[in-house]
């Protein structure tokens, strides 16, 4: 009976871990930063062009920071997103009034996740019309190494991923395992310590569970008086 009551629950663990798997992680961004004021325009046939390397999977949205004066709401903004190995494959277009990009001080452009993007190299593509410039900020040095800007230098912008829990996880214990000495530089050592914490944090709540339980049954039923009994 206790082995049946063991297979059950194993069976159930290796099912929640299927599902947890495979349910999207919670959104979180990647900054590049880098402020020097504007340092790149898009007009007419002038595009802004940044590469960059992508670490995680399940890439969503990417925002960038427009320096003023802004072009008029109407004026049309179109992002590209190119996937640049092994061939330049075109992963996302997206074309409409700069108005209905605008959040705040920044243009956040949306798409559907891109579960392949961990480790990927892309190219992101700003064009407008003719009608007025629409300036970047960034910077003039380059301070990524996983890419650079057309011109020179490095564009300011935020790449948000939503990706799924297992590949990103594992995207995460490989930034974590990059560039360390010895078995550190394998992220197995980081998934023993995670499942041990899990492990002992389960066992220590069982206890504590237990003993509650324990507790309440051992405490004596309260006496309740004959003349306040129904």
Do not use: C
Not at 213 to 229: H, L
Request: glycine residues 12%; charged residues 20%; proline residues 8%.
């Amino acid at each position: 009976m206790r082995s049946g009551k063991w297979r059950v629950g194993l069976v159930l663990l290796l099912g929640a871990g299927v599902v947890l798997a495979n349910v999207r992680a919670p959104v979180f961004a990647v900054r590049q930063a880098g402020y020097d004021g504007p340092v790149a325009w898009a007009q007419g046939e002038t595009r802004v062009r940044q590469t960059w390397r992508s670490h995680y999977p399940g890439l969503a949205a990417v925002i960038v920071q427009p320096a003023e004066p802004w072009p008029p709401d109407d004026q049309v903004v179109t992002l590209r997103l190119w996937e640049l190995a092994p061939v330049e494959v075109e992963r996302v277009r997206l074309s409409r009034p700069i108005g209905e990009w605008r959040v705040g001080s920044h243009l956040r452009f949306v798409f559907a996740p891109l579960d392949d993007s961990a480790g990927k190299t892309y190219a992101l593509e700003i064009e407008t019309t003719a009608d007025q410039p629409l300036r970047l900020v960034g910077t003039r040095l380059d301070l990524y190494s996983g890419g650079e800007m057309t011109g020179g230098g490095d564009l300011t912008f935020e790449a948000r991923f939503d990706g799924r829990l297992g590949p990103t996880l594992a995207a995460l214990l490989g930034r974590l395992s990059e560039g360390r000495p010895g078995m550190w530089g394998q992220p197995w050592p980081y998934v023993g310590l995670a499942l041990l914490y899990l492990l002992t944090l389960g066992a220590a709540t069982a206890a504590l569970w237990r003993q509650a339980f324990a507790g309440a049954a051992d405490r004596p039923a309260r006496s309740v008086p004959p003349e306040q009994r129904l």
